[in-house]
């Protein structure tokens, strides 16, 4: 079946440093991947998405390609800052499901 | 719009107790889902309907039912409680393609069952 493998945390880093989340898949077809943001206490925010091969997602500062070549989908972020400590999940589409990777934790200290 | 909405926040159990799990969305989303969540494991699909009157196994849907009430609403009913079904449980919600397969998560209710 599909699967969403994504690197182990904590990940832990300073305020204005650059972040990278790395995330692979396996699928058949082309599906749909995600990043999801679950801030503590919350549910799971949709952060950004890319439904094709070479697409590129974006919002607030972080940015995904979907790479068809690699099967990865990896999560970058240019300048963290304390408030993007949260989990995130990386998830690709399965029909009208979706299938989620394990979670990564992203400490920023000031 | 409020979005995803779930009762209760928190709730604890006793082994053998059951209870339900409310979920209502004011989207008009077809497809509803119900999660759960455990440390190292992400997000687990349990059950999900893809519309009123519909409703899916997922990947660990054993000790849950649910019921689709109507376009808004989709609830868990745990019949026997067990200390293994202590989780984070997410709602979500669909709206049905085309121009998205995104989903909306509501805040969760964190179960312990004693």
């Known amino acids: 079946g599909n699967s969403v493998t994504q690197m182990e945390g904590p990940v832990t880093l300073s305020e204005e440093a650059f972040l990278t989340i790395n995330c692979t898949y396996t699928?058949?077809?082309?599906?749909?991947l995600f990043w999801y943001v679950q801030y503590p206490g919350e549910g799971l925010q949709l952060l950004l998405k890319?439904?094709?091969?070479?697409d590129k997602g974006s919002n607030k500062g972080f940015e995904a390609t979907y790479r068809k070549e690699t099967t990865s989908f990896h999560l970058e972020k240019g300048s963290v800052q304390v408030s993007d400590s949260a989990v995130y999940f990386c998830?690709?589409?399965?029909?009208?499901?979706?299938?989620f990777g394990a979670g990564t934790i992203l400490r920023v200290k000031s | 719009n409020a979005g995803v909405t779930q009762t209760p926040k928190f709730q604890v159990l006793k082994t053998g107790q059951s209870m339900t799990l409310q979920c209502a969305q004011d989207?008009?989303?077809?497809?509803m889902y119900w999660y759960r969540q455990d440390p190292g494991m992400g997000l687990r699909l349990i059950y999900y309907s893809a519309s009123e009157g519909t409703t899916d196994k997922g990947e660990v849907p054993n000790g849950y039912n649910v019921s689709r009430l109507n376009k808004r609403e989709f609830s868990l009913r745990l019949e026997s409680a067990a200390p293994s079904q202590t989780s984070v449980y997410f709602c979500a919600s669909r709206r049905d393609p085309p121009g998205t397969d995104t989903q909306y998560f509501g805040p969760g209710t964190r179960l312990t069952v004693l």
């Open positions: 989207m008009n989303h077809n497809s």
């Open positions: 998830a690709l589409s399965e029909g009208n499901k979706l299938v």
């Open positions: 890319a439904t094709k091969a070479d």
């Open positions: 699928a058949t077809g082309y599906p749909s």
